[in-house]
């Protein structure tokens, strides 16, 4: 089944604690991005990546770090998380040039 | 930058009853694509319908279809027979070389 995955779903952490979502993608997608939904503000890009190693920042890039090692997996790290990334997450991917994307399924962190 | 505006936070319709959700957009582009993405309370994001910029034709998915207006930079949602799986935050989004852009999302009730 072509899907998008995430890990973990939920994440409850401490201010300052690495941490880490995965975001994998069987579909043989070149672009994988992250982005951040909060209420009343829709979802905003953090990162996206057009393909192995290149990457580039979105709108609300602070705080947060990725890499594309390799073509189906694209994790957001977060190395000191703060109580303003608090949010739902969602990993997406496309072919480069299309312009439905697919989502993962979210996830929904907790920074105390 | 391209920018995207659902001016309704919340609509509610009766069952069996149509309801028409709005958004706008803005762009200097003339090859992009509209979506409207559906979000139940499983946080899933669901593709409902999505138009090509260039066809003049309005796009429809069974119950679902757009009303695109390309000069006004409108594009809006009418749900026909509104059934309760209906009810869900729904987003208008704009996508063009990979890049997509979210309004703040209209959340829709459905009563019985």
């Known amino acids: 089944e072509a899907q998008v995955t995430q890990n973990p779903r939920y994440l409850i952490t401490v201010t300052g604690k690495k941490l880490t979502v995965t975001c994998s993608q069987n579909m043989n997608h070149e672009y994988m991005s992250w982005y951040r939904q909060d209420p009343g503000l829709g979802l905003r890009q953090i990162y996206y990546?057009?393909?192995?190693?290149?990457?580039d920042k979105g709108d609300v890039p602070e705080g947060y770090k990725v890499s594309r090692k390799e073509k189906r997996n694209f994790p957001l790290i977060l190395e000191s998380p703060s109580p303003n990334q608090t949010s739902l997450y969602f990993c997406?991917?496309?072919?480069?040039?299309?312009?439905?994307?697919?989502f993962g399924p979210g996830t929904r962190l907790t920074v105390t | 930058a391209q920018t995207v505006t659902q001016s309704q936070p919340e609509m509610s319709v009766q069952e069996a009853e149509t309801v028409t959700l709005s958004c706008t957009y803005d762009?200097?582009?003339?090859?992009?694509?509209l979506f409207w993405y559906k979000q139940p309370p499983s946080r899933q994001m669901i593709l409902v319908i999505r138009q090509e910029a260039y066809k003049q034709q309005n796009a429809t998915e069974n119950r679902f279809s757009v009303n695109f207006q390309k000069a006004a930079k409108s594009f809006s949602l009418k749900i026909s027979d509104s059934q309760l799986g209906d009810a869900a935050m729904y987003f208008c989004?704009?996508?063009?070389?990979?890049?997509?852009?979210f309004g703040a999302g209209t959340r829709l009730t459905v009563k019985p």
């Open positions: 990546s057009m393909n192995v190693e290149v990457t």
């Open positions: 997406a991917s496309s072919f480069v040039g299309a312009y439905e994307q697919y």
């Open positions: 989004a704009y996508g063009d070389n990979n890049d997509m852009r």
């Open positions: 762009t200097s582009e003339s090859d992009y694509y």
